[in-house]
C-alpha cells in the first residue's frame, strides 16, 4: 500500500527537495508574470486652454481627476484584461475618450483612470460602475453620473453648473456655490453630503421620501418650511441667487457649514 513519506525522507533527500524549491519558484514567478501582463497602461498628454472640457464615458473602474496649474491634461489608465480599446479624440475644445463606443459589442475589463486638467476647466465624467473623483477644478462644469454603483466626491469645486447622480452609492459634495449657479444632486441609495461655506445663497428643493432624512445643520432658518411630513424641505438660504436640488430617495441628505 502507498504511505506518505516522512520528513526524515526530505532531510535525507536534499536534492530533490532543492527541485521540489527550484519548481515552486518556477511556478510562482509564471503566475505573477501572468498577473502583470494582464494589467496595461494608457497614458497620454493633450495640449489645453483655459476652457478645455473633458468629457469621458468609461464602462467601470475608478476615475480621478484633479486639477493643476499646467496649460495641458494627463491621463493615464491602468486596463485590466481583457483590454479596453481607448481611442481619445479632440473637437472644438473637447477631449472626448468614449470607452463604450470604442468597444461596441466587446467584453472588456476595469479601466481606471487617473486624469489632470487645468483648474478651469469643464468635466464630464459618465460610468455605469465605479469610484469617481473630482478635485480642484473652478470651471464652467462638473458632472459625474454613475448608472449602477459607486460613489461620488468632489472637493474644492468652484463651478456654475455641477450635477451629481448615482444609483447606489454616497455622494460627497465640498466647494462653493456661485451666484447664479445651478446645483443638483440625486442619488437612488445612499448619503448625499454638502459642505459649503455659510455665505452661500440658494433656493432649496430637497426631497428624502423614504427615509425623510433632512439635516439642513446650521442652513436651517426660518425660510426653510417642512412639507409632507418631513418628506421635502423647500426655500431660501441668503438671498436664493443660485438654485440647488436635492434627492435622495432611500438615504440621508445633510448640510454641514464649511
Known sequence: MFS???????ASHPGKTAILVCLNTVLFLVFSATE?????RFSRTFPAGQNIRLQLINRSGTVTVEGWDRQEVSVTASLEAPTAVITPQTI??????????????????????????PVTSSVDIETL??????????????????SSEGDIELTNIAAFQVTAQNGI?????DGEM???????FASLRGNINLRIPFTSSFKLVATAPSTRNISLGSFSNGGMNYLGDGRRVVGKFG?????????????????IRR
Open 169 to 173: 452609492g454616497d455622494i460627497f459634495f
Open 92 to 117: 472644438d475644445g473637447t477631449i472626448l475618450i468614449n470607452l463604450v463606443r470604442d468597444n461596441q459589442g466587446r467584453e472588456v475589463g476595469n479601466v481606471n483612470f487617473n486624469i489632470r486638467v
Open 129 to 146: 460602475i465605479g469610484n469617481l473623483t473630482v478635485s480642484n477644478v473652478r470651471g464652467g462644469l462638473v458632472r459625474a453620473h454613475i
Open 178 to 184: 456661485l451666484s447664479g449657479g445651478n446645483y443638483r
Open 4 to 10: 506518505r513519506p516522512k520528513f526524515g525522507w526530505i
Open 239 to 255: 438671498d436664493g441667487n443660485s438654485t440647488l436640488s436635492v434627492t435622495n430617495q432611500r438615504g440621508s441628505i445633510s448640510f
Open 36 to 40: 502583470i501582463s494582464a494589467q496595461k
